[in-house]
């Protein structure tokens, strides 16, 4: 298995709800990450978790919450969300932390409106 | 952080090769380049990466030069299923961070 599935592929969702993204990956890689790319503009880095531990924020608002239950599960919780949030989130792995050489797999993403 | 620099938008003709350049010119020595594509909405897909040699696979070349400050990826036969945004990217402390990439489009 080569692919990082992303679940759903779309989600509308309202101001007030509460819903989840969810990447799952069976590559035994042990680095994920969460991508926000808005039309137009590439792929921004929101979170970066190594070895199921969240190491790299870049500052995302907490309305935003990831969890990483396990080696190859990888959640994006959203809670109070605005319009503008609405984007293509993107989930990808790679084989672990500093390890560069070896290559980072995405999904297809989830296709978000925030309504 | 070492950033790429691009050209917004190139054409190329089907069945030419297409030669995308990339301006690094920041970049540390230990810090690898990789090439992406993203079709309309999907998933960035993976095309090649390097370090400090030319490389070569099924879907492309990427040649860098030796002062390691820019590379240019061809594509050697290009179809109009290339056209995509490309993005050059350099991974610093196992972050991959996006530049605004290129808009390839090949045309009949």
């Known amino acids: 298995d080569t692919e990082v599935t992303q679940t759903p592929k779309h989600l509308v969702m309202g101001m007030t709800n509460k819903k989840s993204l969810k990447c799952e990956q069976h590559m035994g890689h042990r680095a994920m990450y969460w991508y926000k790319q808005k039309a137009k503009k590439p792929p921004e880095l929101m979170f970066v978790y190594s070895y199921e531990k969240l190491s790299i924020n870049e500052s995302v608002p907490s309305r935003f919450s990831p969890e990483c239950p396990n080696s190859s599960l990888l959640n994006l919780h959203l809670h109070a969300l605005q319009p503008e949030d609405s984007a293509l989130y993107l989930c990808?792995?790679?084989?672990?932390?500093?390890?560069?050489?070896?290559?980072?797999?995405f999904g297809s993403g989830t296709r978000l409106t925030v309504v | 952080d070492a950033k790429t620099t691009q050209p917004p938008s190139m054409d190329c003709a089907e069945g030419r090769a297409a030669n995308l350049p990339c301006n690094h010119s920041?970049?540390?020595?230990?810090?690898?380049v990789y090439w992406y594509r993203q079709i309309h909405s999907q998933g960035p897909q993976y095309i090649i990466h390097?370090?400090?040699n030319n490389e070569t696979n099924e879907m492309a070349s990427l040649i860098i030069t030796e002062d390691r400050k820019s590379s240019t990826l061809i594509l050697p036969h290009a179809t109009l299923r290339d056209t995509a945004v490309y993005y050059c990217i350099v991974v610093i402390a196992g972050k991959l961070i996006f530049g605004q990439g290129t808009t390839l489009q090949v045309k009949p």
């Open positions: 390097g370090l400090k």
């Open positions: 920041t970049i540390s020595g230990n810090e690898y």
């Open positions: 990808a792995s790679s084989r672990g932390p500093g390890q560069s050489s070896y290559g980072y797999t």
